[in-house]
Each structure stands twice: as C-alpha cells, then as structure tokens.
C-alpha cells in the first residue's frame, strides 16, 4: 500500500498596523547593498509594497504573544516604509501585508532572513532590456524608465540598443553562450547577418574579447597590402563580386576592399581547405586562425621530428641558385650597389635557397595521433603552419615531469581546450590570454591631451619590447655589456638572489599586445631565430654543457644574446598602490630600456610598425590624431581632416600617415628622434608640393 505524501502547511499572511511592527536584531543583513533606503521609499509610494514583510510574533517573559511583531526578513522594506511614515507619506497604523511564521518554530528568524537573501536570484540582463523596450513600445520614454528603476538614462539606452542586435545572438546569449560585454558590443553594427558571421568566427577562438568584435564588425574597407588579401587573392574577391575602391589621385597601394565580410568568407574558405589536407596528414586536431596570441604555443609539449634529406632534384636546384648568386655577387663586388632588377633577383634566390634549407619535418604517425597542428596566416599572406604540438594530458605518464610543455617565445596563457578545427580571427591581447580587459578609448578632451590610456600604453609598449629583444639578440656586444653591468650591480650593490650564479633570464610574457604584433617582423625574426638554436640543441644536459664548450666565440655570443633576449622587459604597466612593484621601479625600468634602445639603435619605423586605427589612432582622441598628423605631415594636413568625425578621421589620418615614419612617444628613440622629425617634415613639405600642384 502506497504511503501518502504528507502536505506541507504554509504560514498564514494577514495585514498587520505598521506601528505593531519592530525590526529584529536576527535580520542578517548589516551591509548596504543595491539601492539605497530613499530610492526604495520613492518607488513603494510610487507604485506600493510588492513583496510581504516575513514577522514573528514577539512573546513575553511567560511566552505570551504581546501583539507586537518582529521582521527577520524584509528589513529594507521596513525601514522604507518606516521612512515614509517619517514623511507623513504613510500613516503609522497604515496595514502592511506580512507573512506570520508561527511562535516558537523550529526555523530560525537567522534561517529565514538569510534564505530570503540567498535564494533570490537576479535578473537576468536580457530580460530587463525585455522588460525596458515593452515599457517604450507602451509609451514610456527612456528618462521615465530609468527614473522609475533609478539607474542612469545611459543605462537603459545601453539595454534598449540591444534591439539591434541579431535574435539569434540574443537565444545564445540567453543561453549562457556568450558575456554581456560581447552581446553589447554587437550593438555598434545595425546589420544581424553581419553580427551572425563575426560571432561565427570569434566564438570558434580563444580571443573573444569585445574589441575585437567591434573591430571586426567597424572595419568597412580592407587594404588591397592586407595579408588576407594575398593570401584569397584579389581576383578571387573581385570574381566573388567583391567591390574595391580606388584613389585616382595618389598612390593607393592596390586600393581598399569594400566588402570585408566577403573576404572574410573566403579566407575562411581557404583556411578551412588547407587544415582538412593537413588533417589528412594524420594528426589529432588542427587549429585554425588568421593569427594566435605571441607565445600561444608556451604550454604544449612537441614532439620531434626528423628533417626530410633533399632529393636529387632539389640539390641540383640549390647548388645552381648558389652558383648564380656568387656569379651575380662576383660580377658586381666593386659596385656601390646593385641594380634594382639585379637586387630582386638576388631577393628571389636568397628566398629560394631559405625555402629549400628549412626542410620540413617527418614524423611518428604514432606521435602524430596524439598532436596537433596550427595553421594561421603570416605576416606576408601565406600559410603558416606549426605541427606537432601536444596537449600535456595527452603526454605518456612517463614523460610528464621531463617534458617541457612550452616555447621560449614569452607568452603566458592557458593550455589550447579543444580538439576540433577552429577558425578565428585572433586580435592578438591584448590580448592574448592574460588579459581580458578590452582597449579603453580616451574621453574627447576640451583643452589639451591627457596621457595616453594605460592600455594602449602597454601595447605600444609590448611592440617595443619585442623589437628590442629582436635587436638585442642581433647583438651580442651589447647583450654582453646589459649582462655585465646586471652582474656588477648584483656583485656591488649586493642585490639578493636565489641561484648559484646570481644571474638569470626570467623570460617575460607580453599578454597585452595589439593584433599586429604576432606577425610583426621582430617576432618572425625571433621566431625564425629561436627555431634555428632549437634544432641544434642536444637533448641531454651534460651534452649540452659540452655542446654550449665546444662552440667558437662568434657562436657563442649569438646564443647568449639570444638567450638574454627573452628577458628584455621594456613594458610599462600600472601598478596597484600596494603590489609588490612600485611605480617608481617601473619608471626606473623604462629609464634601462631607453638607455638600451639608443645603444641599439632601435628603430620601430625598420621594425615595421605603422599606425592604423587599429593599433593607435582608432584608440585615442581626435586631438591626437591631429597632433601625429601635424606632426608627420602639416597644420594643413591636420586642418583638412579636422572636420571629420573620429572613425573618419582616424582612417584618413592611416592613409596619411602611410610611410611617414611618424611614431607616437613611447616608441621612439633617443638620438633617432631628431633625424626623423627633419626626415618627416621634408616628407611632409613634398606631400604638400604634390597636392598644390
């Protein structure tokens, strides 16, 4: 025989005069929260109680029930309430509505109060904006409802604006498939197929981060130099009904792509193609993206392979592009220089003769069941492909404590999670993994220019610091001298240490970096160098103490310099008032780093950095991208696009800037500064002789 249910009872609920009414010394709430006592007495006189006050009885010394109730739970709403009988808005013996739990129970009033504080959930931000766009649909305006819910009017115009976003972003936002702060910046395009396509590209990748979603959903025309454009090809835009827009008056570099969703689509087309044939190849997953995060390969171990010998073919191919180079550079040893079909030819076969010495590698198809590739595309268009990168829980047990699941490129970031093809169009992180803040805009300002936001600072800063690490293992003199006077401050100043040598490479990560940066020339240079040390290391310890021996000098300079690289720190960053490292020290080290870079020449026009809206000149206010524009070009130049507004004016003053060698502050040179201030204001008078002619 089936046992009943017993029924639960619930407590009774009856108006009780508010002058019978005390709060309890039980109530857990002690901090104030949310809104503020007078913000919730304004909305109960404007629209009454919503939600009944939880009260006990309150019983004498003989356990009595004196008439006098206790609230537990809805202290906020009393105190409300008894605001506004301070306020003769309410009468002292006016009736509340109030759920009894009767005396002597067994539930704690500590019970209730914190149940009804804990157990309530929030509301869910898309279901405001419901509830904010059918209170406009009703007639209320955009100040009433944020009167009636006190918030700023800016915040439910932020709410409202998501009715342009695409209906299914909304269901997968809903669903917990993506943040506010992305669903939101999804809000700045007006076009939902748009809005499906970026969000089909970024939700495949590990950088999701807002900025890059407006960047991608903001980008109206791509340059025909793009590296997604040589790398689809521009008949193949053009022959998928791509529109480009040309400059019939000044040199345009090919011209700008009108349609950059279209060229999207088809690099996706192509990148995809080109992982399923390396899929083929037998390994476990291929990642895929148009370019990772610096340093995204740090937590993978990789597995070796075995360089595949040159074919008859191609030996006799590179001891003829050989013999034409020593004829060619015999023929011409008294010149001054080359001339310029000479000079291309040369660049052709020193390309030719790199293609052929970097052999690719053979693997273990049984190391290769257990890893990986990247496919993304390099700074020039083409593919660039890492294979043989392994997941550390997909290492055997045995080796877990003896492999290095990392690469010596500086980059501190989680593990790749996924296992399937990815397609992504990688900001880079400013990415990167370490932080998720997106890039901060300056405010307009009235009079003057503020310092730069710290954000932007540390990109440029990151770019700065790649560079000088590139040009600092190009150096080994000056690495040398860094590392001597490290070792005399530490042997004189007695600076603390924990090694047996108090001297060490602490390899320092750049997780804030524009998208630019990983296929920036230092960081193929560094990549390209790194690749070439790694492949001549011994494996054993006391093989390499042997090896490292039995080095010449020159050898031996060029692998300590490109050791020391690694910990080239140029970085500025905001330190919190308390953190272990003081602003000061950071000052300090920005001091080091200029010092370093003068001795070296650093030069980040040769290094490849140009501002464009994406890096710079979209990231900071109109002031100063007039000031760089008067400062490469003229006051007249500035003036012309001084009307704009500022996604106008930012792309202009990229096309103006283009080859000015205009750099902001914090990346230039001591001792350089001077040369390319007369180098630009000529460039500049030329530009402006050009146009009045």
């Known amino acids: 025989m089936a046992t009943a249910i017993p029924k639960i009872t619930l407590s009774s609920s009856r108006n009780i005069p508010f002058n019978r009414l005390v709060l309890s010394q039980s109530n857990v709430r002690r901090v104030k929260s949310g809104l503020s006592i007078e913000e919730l007495a304004r909305d109960i006189e404007r629209r009454g ?15 009595a029930e004196t008439g006098t109730y206790e609230v537990p739970a809805g202290g906020r709403r009393f105190r409300a309430l008894e605001l506004l009988v301070k306020q003769k808005k309410l009468a002292k013996t006016a ?4 759920v009894v739990r009767e005396a002597g129970s067994a539930i704690l ?68 498939g993506m943040k506010l702060e992305q669903l939101m910046a999804f809000s700045i395009s007006d076009d939902p197929a748009r809005q499906e396509q970026v969000w089909e590209i970024v939700s495949q990748s590990h950088n999701r981060e807002p900025y890059v979603i407006r960047r ?3 980008e109206k025309t791509v340059r025909a130099s793009d590296r997604r454009v040589r790398f689809v090809g521009l008949d193949t835009y053009l022959a998928a009904g791509g529109l480009i827009m040309r400059d019939l008056f000044e040199a345009d570099d090919g011209g700008w792509l009108q349609d950059p969703a279209s060229l999207d689509r088809l690099v996706m087309e192509k990148l995809h193609a080109a992982a399923e044939d390396i899929r083929a190849e037998g390994w476990k997953w291929v990642e895929t993206a148009l370019s990772f995060p610096w340093g995204h390969t740090r937590h993978f171990a990789e597995i070796d392979g075995t360089e595949l010998p040159l074919t008859d073919e191609e030996t006799a191919r590179l001891d003829a592009l050989r013999a034409e180079q020593e004829t060619i550079e015999a023929e011409y040893a008294q010149a001054d220089e080359y001339p310029d079909e000479v000079d291309a030819r040369l660049g052709e076969i020193e390309r030719a003769i790199l293609a052929l010495e970097e052999r690719p590698l053979a693997f273990d198809p049984a190391d290769m069941a257990r890893a990986g590739v990247f496919v993304s595309l390099d700074s020039d268009g083409t593919l660039q492909v890492e294979r043989g990168f392994v997941l550390p829980e997909d290492m055997p047990a045995e080796s877990e404590e003896t492999d290095d699941a990392g690469g010596a490129d500086g980059y501190d970031h989680a593990a790749y999670d996924g296992r399937e093809e990815r397609i992504a169009d990688y900001g880079g992180d400013e990415g990167g993994e370490g932080d998720s803040i997106a890039p ?24 700065r610091t790649l560079a000088l690490r590139d040009a600092f293992a190009s150096n080994p003199h000056i690495a040398l001298t860094e590392l001597l006077h490290t070792l005399v401050r530490d042997v004189y100043w007695q600076t603390p240490g924990a090694d047996c040598l108090e001297a060490y490479v602490r390899e320092i990560s750049l997780p804030v970096h524009s998208p630019d940066m990983p296929g920036s020339v230092p960081a193929h240079a560094l990549r390209q160098r790194n690749e070439g040390w790694k492949h001549d290391l011994p494996d054993d310890e006391d093989a390499l103490w042997r090896w490292i021996d039995g080095l010449d000098d020159a050898s031996r300079m060029a692998l300590l310099a490109h050791c020391l690289s690694f910990g080239v720190n140029a970085l500025y960053e905001r330190m919190p008032a308390y953190g272990a490292v003081s602003q000061r020290s950071v000052t300090e080290r920005l001091k080091r780093a200029d010092r370093l870079a ?33 400062e490469a070009r003229s006051d007249e130049a500035a003036e012309r696009i001084a009307h704009l507004k500022k996604p106008d004016m930012a792309r202009e003053a990229e096309r103006l800037l283009d080859g000015s060698g205009w750099l902001p502050e914090a990346l230039r040179t001591a001792g350089l500064t001077d040369q390319a201030q007369v180098e630009t204001v000529t460039a500049g008078e030329d530009m402006e002789a050009i146009a009045a002619e």
């Open 598 to 630: 003068s001795a070296l020449s650093l030069d980040l026009v040769e290094a490849g950095w140009q501002p464009t809206g994406e890096n710079y000149l979209g990231r900071v206010t109109k002031a100063r991208i007039l000031q760089a524009v008067r």
């Open 216 to 218: 991608m959903l903001t």
């Open 440 to 463: 901060v805009v300056e405010p307009e300002e009235e009079d003057g220019i503020r310092p730069l936001p710290d954000r932007l600072l540390t990109e440029l800063t990151a770019w």
């Open 49 to 63: 109680l919503l939600q009944s006050l939880n009260v006990r009885p309150v019983l004498d010394d003989t356990g």
């Open 109 to 176: 009033a500590e019970d209730d109060s914190l149940a009804e504080n804990v157990q309530r959930v929030a509301l869910h931000p898309l279901d405001q904006f419901r509830a904010f766009r059918d209170m406009l649909e009703k007639g209320m305006s955009e100040e009433e409802i944020a009167a009636a819910f006190f918030v700023a009017p800016a915040v439910v115009k932020q709410r409202l604006r998501l009715m342009t976003v695409s209906d299914k972003l909304l269901d997968i936002y809903e669903q917990d």
């Open 95 to 98: 009736p509340v509505p109030c």
